[in-house]
């Protein structure tokens, strides 16, 4: 098995970004790709850490952001786009488990500050993957799994998933010591719903081919490793900037679209996007 070390993985995730800023003028951006070289060791996680606060690993956006930040806990994505880091998993994962999980399975083995950062993981059951992740993490440090139900339709499937968010918050709870008020509930909900409302401003622009896709992907992508009232002031600015210059525009309008499906497309590993344009 060769290994890959922390170092080459940050120097990897650098050269992604030099090549996404050589292509982009827009000074909005750079905040971006700040955030994108450090997402290994996010300063976002050292001033919780700093502020007495609990930190949160996730892996879907199923693990709902709201009740975590009601909680006064901080809640941080760990899904890793590292190819090199497969390796690290070989004789540990089955060979033919999702690349995404082996991948940020393969990261923790490298125990990045950002891993070691956090008290708890949540994972939610969205896969067989994630729940043979959720078994591999659990002999390294605390993991709460997320059953997910495998309907929304029914009043059953409402009821169990409505239990899961209930057992959710009652973890949370525990782990900080505080009880999630309606009051801080909303508080909450406020401060996730104006982030999306900034990200969906954002990507009404690209309808107009304003603002590339890599460089979209990329600023939706660090939503997760900030702190998300920051992360949405500094994204309002940005559309307010694309609105007025255009300027990250790098396509005609008319040009042909494709659209983007299947695994998530996990920084460093942005070729697909940086490909097509």
Known sequence: MVETSLAELQQTTRQVIRELAQRSSADGMKYYYHLA????NPAYLHQAREAGKK??????????DELILAAGAVPVRLCSGFGATITRTEGVCPASLCPLVKSSFGLWLSTPPIASQ???VAVPTTCDGKKKLSELLSRRLPVW???LPS?????EARGAWLRQIALLKQHLEHLTGRRVSRKALRTAITVCNKKRASLRKLYELRKEARICGRDALLVAHTSFYDDPVQWTRHTDALSSQIAQSGQLARAAADSPRLLLTGSPVVMPTWKLPMLVE
Request: aromatic share 4%; charged share 15%; with cysteine.
């Open 118 to 120: 956090c008290d708890v």
């Open 145 to 147: 799994l997320v059953q």
């Open 151 to 155: 309907s929304k339709e029914s009043t």
């Open 55 to 64: 930190v949160v690993g996730t892996f879907c956006t199923l693990v709902p």
């Open 37 to 40: 070289e450090s997402l290994l």
